[in-house]
T-cell receptor
Framework: DTEVTQTPKHLVMGMTNKKSLKCEQHMGHRAMYWYKQKAKKPPELMFVYSYEKLSINESVPSRFSPECPNSSLLNLHLHALQPEDSALYLC??????????????FGNGTRLTVT | EDQVTQSPEALRLQEGESSSLNCSYTVSGLRGLFWYRQDPGKGPEFLFTLYSAGEEKEKERLKATLTKKESFLHITAPKPEDSATYLCAVQAAGNTPLVFGKGTRLSVIA
């Protein structure tokens, strides 16, 4: 079992819906990440939070809105998505950003389908 | 620009047939090289971190090695349960995000 928990495991939403993805970790990590992964491709970084502050936004469209309520929780709010946004959305955490001995620990993702 | 290239793209082995996966990298100031295993529909699972040339790490049938230009993931006497996609990622100097390779899809046939 992974120590990063993501809910829901699967989500189907229409292009006019608003939904949220949730991520939780209790390893005391201070950096949290959202990645998007398409089939047979590596994960693509979307956002990085460091000490609950947004530190990196990889030019992600505004229909994706991240939120970090506290050091253990990370949300991704979704609104007016397009079918091409269908993918596996992965949350990850690490002890800190850019530090030595600070590998990413991933959750098992939310499989999102936009109809 | 930091780059990571993994080869082969796909590898099919018979059970017990040892082989190696390659990860070549170009990065300004390597802080760490990471190997992950990913099963279909799951998130990547952390395997190893390597920091400096000459370093080696082992876990069961897997052994990772690092030179100044590349890393190898050696798989000794693989079993069908070793079938997965193996991802390599590098961390460059500074507070930069990981750069992932495209992965090697390994299939081990009984």
């Amino acid at each position: 079992d992974t120590e990063v928990t993501q809910t829901p495991k699967h989500l189907v939403m229409g292009m006019t819906n608003k939904k949220s993805l949730k991520c939780e970790q209790h390893m005391g990590h201070r950096a949290m990440y959202w990645y998007k992964q398409k089939a047979k491709k590596p994960p693509e970084l979307m956002f990085v939070y460091s000490y609950e502050k947004l530190s990196i936004n990889e030019s992600v469209p505004s229909r994706f809105s991240p939120e970090c309520p506290n050091s253990s929780l990370l949300n991704l709010h979704l609104h007016a998505l397009q079918p091409e946004d269908s993918a596996l959305y992965l949350c990850a955490s690490s002890r800190n950003t850019g530090g030595l001995n600070s590998p990413l620990h991933f959750g098992n993702g939310t499989r999102l389908t936009v109809t | 620009e930091d780059q990571v290239t993994q080869s082969p793209e796909a590898l099919r082995l018979q059970e017990g047939e040892s082989s190696s996966l390659n990860c070549s990298y170009t990065v300004s100031g390597l802080r760490g090289l990471f190997w992950y295993r990913q099963d279909p529909g799951k998130g990547p699972e952390f395997l190893f971190t390597l920091y400096s040339a000459g370093e080696e790490k082992e876990k069961e049938r897997l052994k990772a090695t690092l030179t100044k230009k590349e890393s190898f993931l050696h798989i000794t006497a693989p079993k069908p349960e070793d079938s997965a996609t193996y991802l390599c990622a590098v961390q460059a100097a500074g507070n930069t995000p990981l750069v992932f390779g495209k992965g090697t899809r390994l299939s081990v046939i009984a």
